[in-house]
């Protein structure tokens, strides 16, 4: 995996925190469904990335 997809992914899963926290403390259901469906997202594109990388090696 490279760096910069690390990056945006961790980027991606700390917006996505972000997101929910405030959906939380606003009683904004939908904006902390799109926070926790961007955590999802980021963790499948690292996983994704894990699994290239095992069959890189």
Same mark, same amino acid.
């Given at each position: ?14 917006? $996505? ?5 405030? $959906?939380?403390?606003?009683? %904004? /259901?939908?904006? &902390?469904?799109? $926070? &926790? /469906? %961007? &955590? ?5 594109? &690292? /996983? $994704? ?9």
């Amino acid at each position: 995996m490279s760096a910069i997809d690390k990056v945006k992914n961790a980027a991606q899963e700390a917006a $996505g925190k972000v997101k929910e926290a405030v $959906g939380d403390k606003t009683d %904004d /259901r939908d904006l &902390q469904a799109e $926070g &926790q /469906r %961007d &955590q999802t997202a980021a963790d499948l594109k &690292q /996983r $994704g990335e894990h699994v290239k990388d095992a069959f890189k090696g």
